[in-house]
């Protein structure tokens, strides 16, 4: 048998051997909390972080949460948070400048006549692309942790000049990249004009034309975004709530459906069926804007009151 080769890890800091796996880009010392650099993808200068907050202050906005929400308060004292994880999420971010054209069908209803336009129109628009910058990860909470990031734009610094009694308080595992920086570049374009055409599919019902170009962009930037997990029991279920990781606050919280819930559900599904039916109805004696409107309002109602009526779980998203 030949001898296997391998490289020990020893902490910068104190010296203590470091639990190093294939995934680590930076080790966290479990005895002095220090950060290490593994990965030789990655400089320091690439490594910029939003400093976290520790376990007790996202426990207290836990709590905070359930003792404010309606639904939750009044089972407050049932509710047994079993666990508690927090990690670094990569993310490749970008600002995009695009323009293009859009031409779409218009309706227009003036009483009985229905009158269809073709549209044509100009746009210009800047915003900003992310990107995950992993293949496998949770993606639950994922969009709510970046776009507030984006909203709020907390302090952001360099790994090495983040004070060490803060890493001995948190001492959260970094996860690796999937993706370099060529890789998060080509996706983000493709990513841009995903989104401006999703924002006219929402705003107009009938395109038939869309094209899109990219006239610049910035050089995706790398920032850690801390993302924690609470995992509380409730009765005989398992929910969660995901917090971010600078303030703390919720961004997703999974509840239980209570009976009063379940009660407001069933009167949707009954009100639908009962606008359907009358909407139905007009419409065998007069096709109306009003009746069409009415029927595809039942049609939702009774959709998403049927869907939530079935869940056990209910994602309130802050």
């Given at each position: 048998?030949?001898?296997?080769?391998?490289?020990?890890?020893?902490?910068?800091?104190?010296?203590?051997?470091?639990?190093?796996?294939?995934?680590?880009?930076?080790?966290?010392?479990?005895?002095?909390?220090?950060?290490?650099?593994?990965?030789?993808?990655?400089?320091?200068?690439?490594?910029?972080?939003?400093?976290?907050?520790?376990?007790?202050?996202?426990?207290?906005?836990?709590?905070?949460?359930?003792?404010?929400?309606?639904?939750?308060?009044?089972?407050?004292?049932?509710?047994?948070?079993?666990?508690?994880?927090?990690?670094?999420?990569?993310f490749w971010l970008s600002r995009v400048e695009?323009?293009?054209?859009?031409?779409?069908?218009?309706?227009?209803?003036?009483?009985?006549?229905?009158?269809?336009?073709?549209?044509?129109?100009?746009?210009?628009?800047?915003?900003?692309?992310?990107?995950?910058?992993?293949?496998?990860?949770?993606?639950?909470?994922?969009?709510?942790?970046?776009?507030r990031y984006l909203s709020e734009r907390p302090?952001?610094?360099?790994?090495?000049?983040?004070?060490?009694?803060?890493?001995?308080?948190?001492?959260?595992?970094?996860?690796?990249?999937?993706?370099?920086?060529?890789?998060?570049?080509?996706?983000?374009?493709?990513?841009?004009?995903?989104?401006?055409?999703?924002?006219?599919?929402?705003?107009?019902?009938?395109?038939?034309?869309?094209?899109?170009?990219?006239?610049?962009?910035?050089?995706?930037?790398?920032?850690?975004?801390?993302?924690?997990?609470?995992?509380?029991?409730?009765?005989?279920?398992?929910?969660?709530?995901?917090?971010?990781?600078?303030?703390?606050?919720?961004?997703?919280?999974?509840?239980?459906?209570?009976?009063?819930?379940?009660?407001?559900?069933?009167?949707?599904?009954?009100?639908?069926?009962?606008?359907?039916?009358?909407?139905?109805?007009?419409?065998?004696?007069?096709?109306?804007?009003?009746?069409?409107?009415?029927?595809?309002?039942?049609?939702?109602?009774?959709?998403?009151?049927?869907?939530?009526?079935?869940?056990?779980?209910?994602?309130?998203?802050?």
């Amino acid at each position: 048998m030949s001898d296997v080769e391998y490289q020990e890890y020893r902490c910068t800091n104190c010296g203590a051997t470091l639990k190093v796996t294939p995934e680590t880009i930076v080790a966290i010392c479990e005895y002095c909390g220090a950060p290490n650099i593994i990965s030789g993808v990655l400089s320091e200068e690439d490594l910029y972080l939003v400093p976290s907050v520790g376990e007790g202050r996202v426990l207290e906005e836990f709590w905070r949460r359930v003792n404010t929400d309606v639904d939750l308060r009044s089972i407050a004292s049932k509710i047994r948070p079993v666990s508690i994880e927090g990690s670094y999420i990569p993310f490749w971010l970008s600002r995009v400048e695009l323009e293009g054209e859009v031409i779409y069908r218009k309706t227009e209803y003036h009483g009985k006549r229905v009158r269809v336009k073709r549209v044509k129109e100009s746009f210009s628009r800047t915003i900003w692309v992310d990107i995950v910058a992993r293949r496998q990860v949770k993606h639950l909470g994922l969009r709510e942790l970046v776009e507030r990031y984006l909203s709020e734009r907390p302090e952001s610094i360099k790994l090495s000049e983040i004070p060490m009694d803060r890493w001995r308080e948190i001492k959260l595992p970094i996860l690796n990249l999937e993706y370099d920086r060529a890789e998060a570049e080509a996706s983000i374009r493709d990513r841009s004009i995903d989104l401006v055409r999703e924002e006219w599919e929402g705003r107009v019902s009938d395109i038939i034309f869309f094209s899109a170009e990219i006239k610049s962009m910035t050089k995706p930037n790398l920032i850690f975004l801390p993302l924690w997990t609470v995992t509380y029991r409730y009765g005989g279920g398992l929910y969660f709530a995901q917090h971010d990781g600078w303030s703390g606050r919720p961004l997703v919280f999974a509840e239980p459906i209570r009976a009063f819930r379940r009660i407001i559900y069933a009167l949707g599904m009954i009100s639908s069926t009962i606008l359907g039916g009358l909407s139905g109805y007009a419409l065998l004696h007069e096709a109306t804007s009003i009746g069409i409107f009415i029927l595809l309002a039942s049609i939702s109602l009774g959709y998403f009151s049927g869907k939530r009526f079935i869940s056990d779980v209910r994602v309130e998203r802050e």
